[in-house]
């Protein structure tokens, strides 16, 4: 290749002005992260005051009011409540009581909790996602490439994306009652044949349908194509990396004590058992629910999304596949989480457009706020010990006092 024009001509050198070594670092490094954004910067979570991070501590104490009226009111026997602003944690705290029986017990922060449809997006569709980055899944493949029995009952149609999206038109759930009677507690060939001949609820793609019935249906893609169970490849791939040692299908015996129990049924406490019928049906693993998670870990994993993609030197997922979780796809819907369906109530009022999240059926919530690079975790066991009170209202009403805490939206003033 001929050398460019300019490489050819005779340049007069000119001394360069001297810089002191100190100056010429200030400026290479200034260099380096001008643009960048604080996500970039933080490697780990550390711990601040509040006003490091342009929040209003006193603002923010009003949570300890909003969770404790609903510890009066019988709502919820406890909550842990974890609150992170640019890779800052400036509030943590543990209230009332992780069980009520057989024995009271004091909630801790290291409390373990059964996360429920938290599972969706933190196992699930993380593992999905980690397929689709090693080339082996697509998403607008039809579900049936992977599982090809899925075809059958007017499916043959339905794509692997409208499984994260719920839009499939899966019916919401199995009838896992009578599954129960007829095949007995443990029968997950019963459950997947009843997926496979049964219709779609609602013609595919053309509403919102949220359907338990297509993470399970990911989940098998998942273990189909890799070969192994989804809680082995989520385990490799994702939390022994992040150091998520709390998390997981199935809690070890010494994590039992910390585990929040979830209902009592026919005299059992459930613990360390996952509370979801239909995912108990499937021996734990249900692809909708049957995570266990602790604040700890799951801060892990919201500060991994807004790093980017890494934590602690580790990269987990390429920037444009947590964009591709985390914004609208379909009907208010990232590939995993939640940005404005209808079940987005636990933004409240306040935070934008740039953020996103899910709960779960017992008690718990994740959300994450891109713009205010902000994450507020609940867990609660609200189904402790008889499956009452509802938690919707609490989850947005501490999302608004999250926000209204936050007074200066410059960033982190180090």
């Given at each position: 290749m001929d050398r460019h024009p300019v490489e050819s001509m005779t340049v007069q050198r000119k001394r360069l002005p001297f810089l002191p070594v100190p100056l010429i670092i200030l400026i290479v490094t200034l260099l380096l992260t001008a643009g960048c954004s604080t996500s970039m910067m933080v490697s780990t979570l550390s711990e601040a005051a509040p006003d490091r991070v342009g929040m209003d501590l006193d603002r923010l104490q009003q949570v300890d009011l909003v969770i404790g009226e609903a510890i009066a009111d019988s709502i919820i026997p406890g909550a842990v409540i974890l609150v992170a602003r640019q890779g800052k944690v400036v509030y943590q705290k543990a209230y009332g009581r992780r069980a009520w029986v057989p024995v009271e017990e004091p909630m801790t922060l290291d409390t373990i909790f059964d996360i429920a449809s938290m599972t969706k997006p933190?196992?699930?569709?993380?593992?999905?996602?980690?397929?689709?980055?090693?080339?082996?899944?697509?998403?607008?493949?039809?579900?049936?490439?992977?599982?090809?029995?899925?075809?059958?009952?007017?499916?043959?149609?339905?794509?692997?994306?409208q499984l994260l999206t719920h839009t499939s038109g899966l019916a919401p759930g199995v009838p896992w009652t009578s599954l129960t009677r007829d095949y007995g507690a443990y029968c997950p060939e019963a459950v997947w044949w009843w997926v496979v001949e049964n219709p779609p609820r609602i013609e595919p793609d053309s509403d919102f349908l949220y359907s338990d019935l297509n993470y399970l249906t990911l989940r098998l893609i998942v273990e189909r194509v890799t070969g192994e169970s989804m809680a082995e490849f989520a385990e490799r791939e994702i939390y022994r990396p992040l150091g998520m040692t709390d998390t997981g299908f199935f809690p070890p015996p010494g994590h039992l004590p910390r585990v929040a129990p979830t209902e009592q049924l026919e005299g059992e406490l459930l613990r360390g058992i996952v509370h979801d019928p239909m995912s108990r049906l499937l021996g734990g693993i249900g692809g909708s629910a049957g995570l266990f998670s602790s604040a700890r870990d799951i801060s892990i994993f919201s500060q991994m999304i807004l790093n980017g993609g890494t934590y602690n030197g580790e990269r987990i997922y390429a920037p444009l596949t947590l964009r591709a979780m985390s914004h609208d796809r379909d009907r208010g819907r990232g590939y995993g989480f939640d940005v404005f369906s209808?079940?987005?109530?636990?933004?409240?009022?306040?935070?934008?457009?740039?953020?996103?999240?899910?709960?779960?059926?017992?008690?718990?919530?994740?959300?994450?706020?891109?713009?205010?690079?902000?994450?507020?975790?609940?867990?609660?066991?609200r189904v402790h010990p008889d499956d009452r009170g509802s938690v919707v209202p609490l989850r947005s009403k501490v999302s608004n006092v999250v926000a209204a805490s936050i007074i200066d939206r410059t960033r982190d003033r180090r």
């Open positions: 933190i196992a699930t569709a993380a593992s999905v996602m980690r397929l689709v980055e090693m080339g082996k899944v697509r998403l607008q493949d039809r579900v049936s490439v992977y599982l090809p029995e899925f075809a059958s009952a007017g499916k043959r149609g339905i794509r692997v994306a209808p079940y987005a109530n636990i933004r409240g009022d306040l935070l934008g457009p740039e953020s996103f999240g899910h709960s779960g059926y017992t008690g718990t919530s994740i959300w994450i706020d891109y713009e205010e690079q902000l994450f507020v975790i609940l867990l609660t066991n």
